[in-house]
């Protein structure tokens, strides 16, 4: 089975994403291009035209074992969401994820913040973690364990440690995001309709199998064990069905 074989299980949207971020990254972290080209400059978007600022500043990633983290938790929510909750509805995850990513540039725009890709993973993670087994648990790096509904909170406060206020801010503004798009479509089912894809999007789209699943929902990356309560523990393992929880190894076991 070839590279490219292996590249096409993975959900249209979410290789999209993960294709995106590592096209628009990468030539920055090798300085090909300049990362004043592809940041989110308000005066340059509305007076020159440059639209494509909007594009690049959501995909736009740090440097170093930093980008690996978040490539890898990017991939992991996105790809767990569309092969889950959004299984054969791929263009409903592309019209939702285009309508959270506006708010979070609406919610910025007072911030003045040059690039969103953390907050839309802010985003991805709220709701990847809101739509997990009640009672899940995540471990960081096998150091802290904490309930999975705060994990998104731990990365707003990682960045208020590591990048001050600023970062901080512009990362709630996808928890923010991510709230509403759980509690409108999920929760309350208030703005289901609203998050039902247009027919040219659908058309553009498709719809995937869900086939490049690697886990259930609410898996957060690299560095992050999830554990899942007792309770789905014990019905998923007591049945011939469904998933066997700890079936694999530990870091660190023989």
């Known amino acids: 089975m070839s590279f490219w074989d292996e590249i096409r299980k993975i959900p249209p949207v979410t290789r999209f994403l993960c294709g995106s971020s590592l096209a628009v990254s990468l030539p920055v972290m090798v300085q090909l291009v300049s990362p004043y080209k592809v940041l989110f400059v308000r005066e340059l978007v509305t007076r ?38 959004f299984a054969r509805k791929s263009a409903d995850y592309a019209w939702q994820l285009l309508l959270a990513a506006a708010g979070i540039l609406a919610l910025n725009l007072p911030l003045r913040s040059f690039i969103h890709a953390r907050p839309l993973l802010v985003a991805l993670t709220y709701l990847s973690s809101r739509l997990a087994p009640p009672g899940s648990q995540t471990s960081l790096f096998g150091l802290i364990s904490l309930p999975l509904v705060y994990f998104p909170y731990a990365l707003i406060a990682m960045d208020l440690v590591m990048a001050g206020p600023s970062a901080a801010a512009s990362s709630l503004t996808g928890a923010i995001v991510g709230h509403l798009w759980w509690w409108g479509v999920f929760d309350t089912r208030a703005l289901q309709r609203v998050g039902q894809a247009p027919t040219w999007l659908r058309n553009l789209v498709g719809n995937s199998d869900g086939s490049g699943s690697t886990g259930t929902v609410g898996g957060a990356g690299s560095g992050v064990h999830v554990i899942p309560p007792r309770r789905a523990r014990t019905e998923a393992t007591g049945t011939t069905s469904g998933h066997r929880w700890g079936s694999g190894h530990r870091l660190g076991e023989q």
């Open 48 to 85: 020159r035209f440059e639209l494509w600022r909007v594009y690049t500043s959501f995909f736009l990633g740090g440097s170093g074992i930093n980008y690996l983290f978040d490539f890898v938790m990017l991939y992991r929510n996105s790809d767990q969401l569309e092969s889950s909750v």
